[in-house]
């Protein structure tokens, strides 16, 4: 459902890898459960692994990312 929801807003695929699966499973229960700082970090969370498949794709595609200050 999630990956449907970020390919309709033009997002690419989002990957949970089995690493990071208790901190997904944790923050969607939490979202579900709780107030608006949860649902935030679900979001954020989400917002994240969004762009470590960025990232990904274009490692694997070789384009060179900027180089953010900061």
Not at 8 to 23: K, M, V
């Amino acid at each position: 459902m999630m990956n449907l929801i970020v390919i309709s807003r033009g997002y690419q695929i989002i990957s949970i890898p089995p690493i990071l699966r208790a901190d997904y499973i944790n923050a969607l229960e939490a979202a579900r459960n709780g107030a608006d700082e949860k649902k935030e970090a679900f979001s954020r969370f989400v917002a994240e692994c969004e762009i470590e498949a960025q990232k990904d794709y274009c490692r694997m595609f070789q384009i060179t990312l900027p180089k953010i200050d900061g």
